[in-house]
């Protein structure tokens, strides 16, 4: 779920905080890195959580539809597959995934009527009243699933429920729809399938937490290597996460020996793109290019 590049963000972010608050420490940051970890995992768990429960609404809608003095043929006729199908059913049933729910306590902070509200407003679309009436199969259920999550990210209930609670949702986003996506997309839902979605130490110890510690303690390199190639830059008036990326990119071509600096530097080029200024991506590239360069040249590059 979390990729490589989403957790070179996480380091940024964190990097970014401290420039934000000189009083943070070392291990501060650190926390607030881990703690930003855990709560893209919480916030895709959450999501799927929300989806869980909106269906369960529609066993209510049922009931309450049969059980009228005076139910019309659509009320007859009205089934809850959105709830009663194997993609739902294979998420409720699994006892891993019940477990990371509960542990996380969604039930506590989430109104159930909220929930209802939510269900409401989609059953009243035009997509969800032609799936009961024609559903057919399990690509109806698929189709059906990622229309209501569509529906559910756009609702606002659900965007000041996400942005209150995580702030890493504007920047993560994308990561976990696209996890979730792949989950609605399933046949299988044996064992603790949700686990290999979760990222691995590789990923949050072996690159981010490294990359982080390190950063936190470049400066002296960051003197001695990159300031004297910022050109006609003034080091006061740079971009400050431009400055970061600078000193992460830095730190990966001196201590990650797997990573090859080409991945190195077009990796921060593309994340400059998205979180600087329009400048930023010809400015890192400019002066990355000729660290690197004088880097190799003192035999100081070591790379497999």
């Known amino acids: 779920m979390l990729s490589r590049r989403s957790i070179r963000v996480k380091v940024m972010q964190a990097l970014y905080s401290q420039s934000r608050d000189k009083e943070l420490k070392n291990e501060e940051v650190l926390k607030f890195y881990h ?74 902070f989430i109104d159930p009527d909220v929930i209802r509200t939510l269900y409401k407003s989609f059953s009243e679309t035009e997509l969800y009243i032609a799936y009961w009436h024609n559903r057919k199969s399990q690509t109806d259920d698929e189709e059906i699933l990622l229309e209501m999550y569509r529906y559910l990210r756009a609702s606002e209930v659900f965007v000041e429920l996400v942005d209150d609670r995580y702030y890493q949702w504007s920047s993560e986003k994308s990561v976990v729809i696209g996890t979730v996506k792949k989950i609605l997309k399933r046949n299988d839902f044996e064992g603790d399938f949700i686990e290999p979605y979760y990222p691995t130490d590789e990923t949050i110890i072996d690159l981010g937490e490294k990359l982080l510690k390190k950063c936190l303690t470049i400066n002296d390199e960051l003197e001695k290597y990159v300031i004297p190639n910022l050109l006609k830059w003034d080091k006061e008036r740079i971009a400050n996460v431009d400055m970061i990326f600078i000193k992460m990119s830095l730190a990966e071509v001196l201590y990650f020996e797997s990573i090859p600096c080409n991945v190195t530097l077009n990796e921060y080029v593309e994340l400059s793109k998205e979180y600087s200024t329009d400048k930023s991506k010809e400015f890192i590239n400019g002066v990355m290019d000729k660290v690197i360069r004088d880097l190799e040249e003192k035999g100081l590059v070591k790379k497999n």
């Open 35 to 108: 703690d930003s970890v855990k709560g893209t995992i919480e916030l895709f768990l959450l999501n799927l959580y929300l989806i869980v429960e909106m269906t369960k609404v529609s066993v209510e809608d049922e009931t309450k539809r049969v059980s009228k003095y005076l139910p019309t043929d659509d009320d007859k006729s009205f089934k809850s597959t959105l709830y009663h199908n194997t993609i739902i059913k294979g998420l409720v049933n699994n006892k891993d995934l019940k477990q990371r729910f509960e542990t996380l306590k969604f039930s506590e």
